[in-house]
């Protein structure tokens, strides 16, 4: 991860941080390990995470932050990557207006988690 793409992306994705997912140290630790993904645009990010469950492989939206329409405008590149992962679905866990902005992309509510099948 280049410094300059994380210091555009960090005020869009440092509110959207929760206690229980770390501080910004772990979540840049994980960015420069490989063990999540930054994706930038011109005025938002999304951080994902390729995930293990019994389901399968899916990836995780961990975090996103910035304009709405940015961050859609990055949702089908983010899906063919995670098909060419070999992820079966996609998953968020977010506040409630999100239901609202997805369910127009084949996003549905499964108690807290929005999920889709790739």
Same mark, same amino acid.
């Given at each position: ?10 005020? $869009?994705? !440092? #509110?959207? *941080?929760? #206690? +229980? &997912? /770390? &501080?910004?140290?772990? *979540? @840049?630790? &994980? !960015?420069?390990? /490989?063990?999540? +993904?930054?994706? =930038? ?7 994902? +995470?390729?995930?293990?469950? =019994?389901?399968?492989? %899916? *990836?995780?939206?961990? *975090? ?11 949702? #089908?590149?983010?899906?063919?990557? =995670?098909? /060419? !992962? ?7 866990? /977010?506040?409630?207006? $999100?239901?609202?902005?997805?369910? =127009? ?8 988690? !929005? @999920?889709? %099948?790739?």
């Amino acid at each position: 991860m280049r410094a300059a793409v994380w210091a555009a992306c960090r005020a $869009w994705l !440092l #509110p959207a *941080l929760r #206690p +229980q &997912d /770390g &501080d910004e140290a772990a *979540l @840049r630790a &994980d !960015l420069i390990a /490989g063990r999540a +993904q930054l994706w =930038a645009g011109e005025a938002g990010a999304v951080v994902t +995470q390729c995930i293990e469950n =019994a389901e399968g492989r %899916s *990836l995780h939206i961990w *975090l996103a932050g910035g304009q709405l329409e940015t961050i859609l405008a990055l949702r #089908p590149g983010v899906e063919a990557w =995670a098909r /060419g !992962l070999g992820c079966t679905a996609i998953t968020i866990e /977010g506040r409630p207006g $999100w239901t609202r902005v997805l369910r =127009a992309h084949g996003y549905q509510r499964h108690g807290e988690i !929005l @999920r889709r %099948s790739l």
